[in-house]
């Protein structure tokens, strides 16, 4: 039984993953190898600054893509029809107010492989995600935050 990590995730957070892997491999893999070509042919390594660069980013793109593999590899794909509508679990998109202010957010709540903040999507790790998850609505839940505690009413859940 293996014991790597797993990585809860919607389906279109594992086929973004497919996609940036498959691009790595098909096309930037490509790319960098003909740049340490092209550095070679520019004589002594030792003071070669195209070709460490260029055996820089050959690091980066073998370790993202040996990362993205255990990604997908090991995930864990979370279906729509074993969530339950009234609560608040992974996948499920999180509608609240901040209380008092009333300020109203909303995130979806996803593995941390397919966390984007910009694009309204928070990790099952962070602290907003920890403190909803398993609430339902009308539910008024304290939240610790780096920035410190605010409380938050839950006004939906989809």
């Given amino acids: ?18 996609e940036e892997l498959d691009f790595l491999k098909t ?15 520019f004589g002594d390594l030792s003071e070669n600054s195209e070709y460490d660069s260029a055996k820089e980013d050959q690091a980066f ?20 029809d074993e969530m339950n509508n009234g609560v608040v679990s992974l996948g499920k998109t999180v509608t609240f107010v901040e209380i008092p202010d009333g ?8 593995g941390s492989a397919e966390a984007d903040p910009m694009e309204g999507k928070i990790s099952n790790d ?8 398993g609430r339902s609505v009308g539910e008024k839940v304290k939240v610790l935050t ?13």
């Fill in 146 to 158: 780096p920035g410190g505690e605010m409380e938050i009413e839950i006004v939906s859940i989809k």
């Fill in 126 to 133: 962070s602290p907003i995600a920890r403190s909803l998850i």
């Fill in 1 to 18: 039984m293996s014991n790597e990590k797993q990585y809860p995730m919607t389906i279109e957070g594992k086929r973004k993953l497919e």
């Fill in 61 to 80: 793109v073998e370790g993202r893509i040996s990362t993205l593999e255990s990604m997908i590899r090991n995930a864990v794909i979370i279906e729509d």
């Fill in 27 to 41: 096309v930037k893999r490509k790319e960098v190898v003909e740049r340490i070509k092209v550095a070679r042919s």
């Fill in 103 to 110: 300020d109203q957010e909303s995130y979806t709540i996803v």
